[in-house]
């Protein structure tokens, strides 16, 4: 009759790791009644499962609560957020250098007078729209913890105190550092009550020494002022209003 | 935007709890593969961000342990490829059994001899399945091959045990005399 049971692998190792029930455990007793070759072979098997469960009966050290799936899910939330702003400070790293390098670039002298001149201090008007319209982005300095004026000086010896626009309202906020061909470059942006920005820029006149003759230009909406003095070139980037009269 | 990846909280997301609920026999298993307790740290953290990142990917009606076991066990694989860690000693197997009688010790040590001579793929397919208690089906999922692929490959791997052990026990009778 036993020869008749069919058993297949599923139930052999079943039958090792003691996953049968009742009625299974019994049709296999009878075909490893009548199978004791088998039945010795899976009896083996059985002791050196048992015998590795048994090594690894112990508990083991403590979890470590940082593996808190809470705690992984907040701390790959931050990094994802880190890196996107920092993609997001080097793309304007790059948009920033590549602009004032591109003032810079020699000018053959038979164009001269002729081919698009260069505007003077575009990268101030990049970094004040990009820094002005993205409160995401991360700052080197705010004025909450940092006295601005003395993060100014300390990055850019001699330079000129930033500028006071208290009369109009405005005081500055936070400062960021850039990277730019002519040298390390910063922007400091101002708010007011209202919420309306002003930036000031400073950066080095670079390798070709490039003073600026006092000026200003309007682009859209935004007037910038720019200046030079002390070896710095400095703009100051915002509303009519703000900027006439404003600094320099 | 990158930040769907993680802060939707759907139906079909999976909840903090069952990934706490998991997270024991998930560091086990990372335990035992690495045999040292920081690399473990180290795989299970990054199986579950692994996991949380890519959930979407998940068969809706597949076995969750079997997944996360399926994403830690190829990270540990990759870690190796990388690291050549694997070389560690089985300082956690040994710690492991400070207690028992010498009879029961002795047993369990050449038990386990024998078991590290195996393959990496039958062990791991072993401990799953003997000491973990993960489910045939669920081993299968996590392969990603039929059941009656994963039934043939414990039958060889467990008459591999068995020689193995065998071999053992001659080494040491040869010891004792």
């Not at chain 2, 769907?4 to 990934?19: G, K, Q, V």
């Not at chain 2, 990388?82 to 000693?89: E, G, I, N």
Request: aromatic share 8%; proline share 5%.
């Amino acid at each position: 009759m036993n020869e008749d049971i069919h058993i297949d692998d599923v139930m052999r190792h079943a039958y090792v790791d003691g996953r049968l029930n009742a009625e299974q455990q019994k049709t296999m007793s009878q075909y490893l009644a009548a199978h004791p070759q088998e039945a010795r072979e899976l009896d083996a098997w059985r002791k050196d499962a048992a015998q590795l469960q048994a090594a690894w009966q112990s508990a083991g050290p403590p979890l470590n609560p940082a593996l808190d799936p809470a705690a992984i899910r907040m701390r790959l939330k931050e990094r994802t957020d880190m890196r996107w702003k920092l993609a997001a400070s080097v793309l304007v790293a790059l948009c920033i250098g590549g602009l004032s390098g591109w003032q810079l670039r020699p000018v053959p002298t038979a164009q001269l007078g002729l081919a698009v001149r260069p505007l003077p201090m575009q990268d101030a008007i990049a970094a004040y729209r990009v820094f002005a319209g993205n409160p995401a982005l991360r700052a080197d300095a705010l004025a909450t913890e940092t006295d601005l004026q003395q993060w100014v000086a300390a990055h850019f010896s001699n330079a000129q105190r930033l500028p006071d626009l208290t009369a109009k309202g405005f005081l500055p906020i936070f400062a960021r550092m850039l990277v730019t061909e002519e040298g390390p470059a910063a922007v400091v942006i101002y708010k007011n009550d209202a919420g309306q920005q002003t930036g000031f820029y400073i950066r080095p006149p670079g390798p070709g020494n490039k003073l600026l003759a006092e000026g200003q230009r309007q682009d859209g909406q935004l007037l910038t002022r720019y200046w030079s003095d002390r070896g710095y070139n400095y703009a100051l980037v915002g509303s009519n209003s703000t900027v006439i009269n404003g600094a320099g | 935007m990158p930040d769907t990846e993680c802060m939707y909280d759907a139906a079909d997301d999976i909840s903090d709890a069952s990934l706490r609920e998991m997270l024991p026999r998930l560091y086990r298993f990372a335990l035992w593969l690495s045999k040292d307790p920081a690399t473990a740290d180290d795989l299970v953290q990054a199986s579950i961000e692994r996991a949380l990142k890519y959930q979407h990917t998940r068969r809706p009606d597949g076995d969750l342990r079997a997944w996360l076991f399926s994403i830690l066990y190829r990270q540990f694989i990759d870690t190796k490829r990388h690291a050549k860690r694997y070389a560690r000693v089985l300082e956690w197997f040994r710690k492991a059994d400070d207690a028992p009688s010498t009879e029961r010790h002795v047993q369990a040590r050449a038990s386990l001899q024998a078991f590290e001579q195996l393959p990496e793929a039958q062990r791991t397919l072993l401990w799953l399945v003997s000491v973990d208690g993960l489910s045939y089906k669920a081993v299968a999922d996590m392969f990603d091959v039929p059941l009656g692929t994963i039934m043939s490959r414990l039958s060889r791997a467990r008459g591999a045990l068995r020689d193995a052990c065998d071999g053992e026990s001659r080494v040491h009778l040869r010891i004792m005399k």
